[in-house]
């Protein structure tokens, strides 16, 4: 079981910006894929955004252009830069591997999108 620590989340106006973090173990190697996933009320947890261990990148189409992974292997933190923000965006945004690990969910971090 490994514990991953999102942060970062809050209240923004639509149109507005937020970046997530997520913090890993020291003892996590960086080869590791990781991925952001969300969740909004009544909805199933989808996947957002992956980074592999050298930095490739996907996204899903919702987000394509808005969201940004990255990834700072020194310090075992993955990131989610997240612009033009709009309302359907509001969920809990979590990070985990990919695949996942059922035992790494953590609390998660709310992003609400609202005026």
């Known amino acids: 079981q490994v514990q991953l620590v999102e942060s970062g989340g809050g209240l923004v106006q639509p149109g507005g910006s937020l970046t997530l973090s997520c913090a890993a173990p020291k003892n996590i190697r960086s080869i590791y894929d990781m991925g952001w996933y969300r969740q909004a009320p009544g909805k199933q947890r989808d996947l957002v955004a992956t980074?592999?261990?050298?930095?490739?990148?996907t996204y899903a189409d919702s987000v394509k252009g808005r969201f940004t992974i990255s990834r700072d292997n020194a310090k075992n933190t993955v990131y989610l830069q997240m612009n033009s923000l709009k309302a359907e965006d509001t969920a809990v945004y979590y990070c985990n591997f990919i695949p996942p690990l059922g035992g790494s969910w953590g609390q998660g971090t709310q992003v609400t999108v609202s005026s």
């Open positions: 980074i592999t261990g050298r930095g490739s990148t």
